[in-house]
């Protein structure tokens, strides 16, 4: 045990969803609704299949490390996003740009603030690094509280405050002119928000960092995109903040694969606007139909990511759902990071065809 990270020793893992999905055939596979990642249920772009064969007719690539500044996504990235080319740097996946950032920003003993109930596996990131962790719960119903929230900013004075916006798992959506103010209420911070699923939400926050250099905001290409096997993240910030975790960051770990990949999605960014719309009917048509045909047992809060968070009367009533649904070859997810979602499980939300096949699964289950 002496030569383990001592932050280790007593550390609480990060608890991934099942991936059974993994262990069956591909034929078996097309059979299941995998709905536990937040993934997208519906292949990306055909451009990227595209530029991926383009690739393979070009074998010479494989025995070179991938471009470790490509100013094509670079450029297709700021373009995306409204903001400069100064503003940018990508990454292998966002939850390796949170190891990076809390490198950067975050030394052994710092208070670190994490808005909760959340992604947990930023908690970890954290805490390995010997942060000492301070949650502020989210109030009635996940609701944000703006007032409570900015208190207990001021409370534990954190070196960095972590936001994910949408929240996953309680879908809580803050608005960006509130997360300026509370931005602005400590400038000594460093606020780090996870827009994953700000497609879902249809208002970034990304213009905020020409304004406040005490500002992080993160990136995935694996939710709207459907890009998730590529594991591709990337930062937007003020100049500065891009340097320092620049200098840092191993410039050669995103795969000529992901690099192409990402290009081709951002080619095709209707394809994409398309698929989140359609989520977005998908989702509404889902809540709506939970909240009136099972209000007797379940609930399904208001969302504005790829997912919404139900609530069962009973904690016992939770996993006879879940194995329910496993028994018909849909995976959930169970989440527990918080008290407050002992009797919750989260579901991610796909097309409104694949969620007509969930409600069928819940009527049976319930019946």
């Known amino acids: 045990m002496r030569y383990i990270n001592a932050y280790l020793r007593t550390i609480k893992p990060y608890s991934p969803a099942s991936h059974k999905i993994w ?82 920003y975050i030394s052994p003993g710092d208070p670190v603030l994490i808005l909760w109930p959340s992604y947990d596996n930023f908690r970890l990131t954290a805490e390995a690094g010997g942060a000492v962790i301070h949650y502020s719960e989210l109030g009635r119903d996940f609701a944000f509280d703006e007032e409570k929230f900015t208190h207990d900013i001021m409370k534990y004075q954190p070196s960095l405050v972590y936001i994910c916006n949408p929240n996953n798992p309680t879908g809580t959506f803050i608005e960006p002119e509130t997360l300026e103010r509370v931005i602005e209420a400590d400038h000594d911070a460093m606020f780090l928000v996870d827009e994953a699923y700000i497609e879902f939400a249809g208002e970034s926050a990304n213009s905020l960092v020409l304004k406040h250099d005490n500002l992080l905001i993160t990136h995935t290409m694996s939710k709207a995109f459907g890009l998730a096997n590529f594991r591709f993240g990337y930062l937007v910030s003020c100049g500065q903040n891009i340097s320092d975790i620049s200098s840092i960051r191993n410039s050669k770990n995103v795969t000529t694969f992901a690099q192409s990949a990402v290009i081709a999605a951002l080619s095709d960014v209707k394809y994409m606007n398309d698929y989140v719309e359609e989520v977005c009917a998908a989702r509404e048509m889902f809540t709506e139909k939970v909240n009136t045909d099972f209000s007797g047992g379940l609930y399904a809060y208001p969302s504005r990511g790829n997912f919404v968070l139900l609530r069962c009367l009973y904690g016992s009533m939770k996993q006879k759902i879940i194995a329910g649904l496993e028994e018909r070859n849909i995976f959930v997810r169970n989440v527990s990071q918080s008290e407050a979602l002992r009797c919750c499980f989260r579901i991610t939300i796909g097309t409104r065809k694949q969620m007509s096949r969930v409600l069928q699964a819940l009527r049976e289950i319930l019946r």
């Open 23 to 104: 262990r069956v055939s591909p034929q078996e596979r097309d059979g299941i609704l995998k709905l536990d990642w937040n993934e997208s249920t519906m292949p990306p772009s055909p451009l990227v299949n595209d530029a991926l064969a383009s690739l393979l007719e070009r074998p010479d690539f494989f025995r070179l490390y991938p471009s470790t500044y490509n100013a094509g996504l670079v450029k297709a990235l700021a373009d995306y996003t409204g903001l400069g080319a100064e503003n940018i740097q990508y990454f292998a996946s966002s939850d390796s740009l949170h190891e990076y950032i809390a490198r950067t």
